[in-house]
């Protein structure tokens, strides 16, 4: 087999943007890939697990065999065809599969023999993503400053602002909440940790994020990370109950319902929204009580019964109360239990934004100004 150029598992590849071709198996893709890759396997789930059987029965090289007749003929064309097409589209492409041995390797020679030679990352998936998680754990160490407050406080607003802010609902594409769920998939794990760990290339110094639980939707912020933000310095974000209403009312209903219709169209991204919000606020029966929960639910059917007549604003009727009645209480619960907690700062969102900007400026130049190691 011809000797093919390889290339370091670099997370400059990364903050570059450099395309990159995935070549293992659409269930291993799923389970997470490196950011900005594109899946196009030299073997489907089913030739993979076939020739995994024959490795473990019979070895390498009867796997090797098996593989080549599966993946043969029309079949093999089809995905030089693909490999190819992306290439033209995106000549910097660069391949990858697992540990960067023997998959990307066939399809590296397979493309050279069709006049395209394209590198492999040595070490593969496996060597890119130990290099993002250790890019996670460092940010653990440096400078971290933890918005907090109500529920409505556009905590999530504010971070997104900074240019050092890291948006981990972003990353987790989920709002943090019983009705923070997004209309799209979620993250695998993995995607998220890559997510995470790409936005990190680019932050370097004092960093902010916003106060959450360590479970945001599916996904888990790493360990590491999450007792960083624990022992970490905040700041309260405290508006009044009318203009927290209004932000809910943009996330939960406007913003949501923009992103039904695009994805769905108006009569099924209306149908699913609905059940999204019905769902989510019958799980919380548990908290609310049975009477408090069947109250908010007659008003919330209330409230879609208006929205259909182009009342959006009937949805304050219900999501008042969950925020006086659920959200408020459950947040001043979590400050009573962390009574020892001190803030840097209270106050408004313009002047937490002010905050954490003279906060993130002051930690970068104690930064500058700390002696190099020789």
């Not at 050279?112 to 496996?126: H, L, M, S, T």
């Not at 653990?140 to 602002?161: H, I, R, S, Y």
């Not at 209403?245 to 996330?251: F, G, R, S, T, V």
């Not at 049975?290 to 604003?313: C, K, S, Y």
Request: aromatic share 8%; hydrophobic share 40%.
């Amino acid at each position: 087999m011809k000797t093919l150029p390889l290339v370091d598992a670099d997370l400059g590849l990364l903050r570059q943007g450099v395309p990159l071709i995935d070549v293992r198996a659409p269930v291993e893709f799923a389970q997470g890939g490196l950011p900005g890759a594109i899946n196009l396997p030299l073997m489907d789930d089913e030739e993979r697990r076939l020739v995994g059987i024959e490795y473990k029965q019979r070895g390498q090289q009867a796997a090797i065999v098996l593989g080549q007749r599966l993946v043969s003929g029309g079949i093999r064309q089809a995905r030089i065809a693909a490999w190819q097409r992306t290439v033209e589209v995106r000549p910097e492409a660069i391949i990858y599969c697992y540990r960067g041995g023997l998959r990307s390797q066939i399809a590296q020679q397979w493309l050279a023999e069709a006049g395209v030679e394209r590198p492999r990352i040595r070490g593969g998936w496996k060597a890119m993503r130990q290099a993002l998680c250790a890019r996670i754990d460092a940010a653990a160490e440096q400078p971290l400053l933890v918005v907090g407050g109500l529920t409505g406080c556009a905590k999530t607003t504010l971070v997104q602002q900074l240019a050092n802010g890291l948006d981990l609902e972003g990353c987790a594409r989920h709002k943090g909440s019983a009705f923070g769920r997004h209309p799209l998939p979620a993250p695998s794990q993995i995607d998220f940790e890559h997510a995470m760990g790409l936005r990190l290339l680019a932050l370097s110094g004092p960093l902010v994020v916003e106060d959450e639980s360590r479970h945001i939707g599916t996904a888990n912020v790493p360990l590491a990370f999450w007792r960083a933000m624990e022992g970490a310095p905040r700041v309260r974000v405290e508006m009044p109950l009318d203009w927290r209403l209004a932000q809910i009312h943009k996330d939960y209903i406007d913003d949501l319902w923009a992103i039904y219709r695009q994805q769905f169209g108006e009569w099924l991204g209306w149908a699913l929204m609905r059940k999204q919000l019905s769902s989510a606020l019958a799980r919380l029966k548990k908290r609310l009580g049975h009477a408090r929960l069947a109250r908010l639910q007659r008003l919330q059917q209330l409230a879609f019964r208006e929205h259909e007549r182009g009342n959006r604003q009937a949805h304050e009727a219900w999501l008042a109360p969950l925020l006086t009645e659920y959200y408020d209480p459950m947040y001043r619960y979590q400050l009573e239990k962390r009574n020892a907690e001190r803030f840097l700062h209270v106050g408004d969102w313009d002047s937490c934004l002010a905050a954490a900007r003279a906060w993130s400026q002051e930690r970068s130049r104690q930064l500058d100004t700390q002696p190099q190691p020789a």
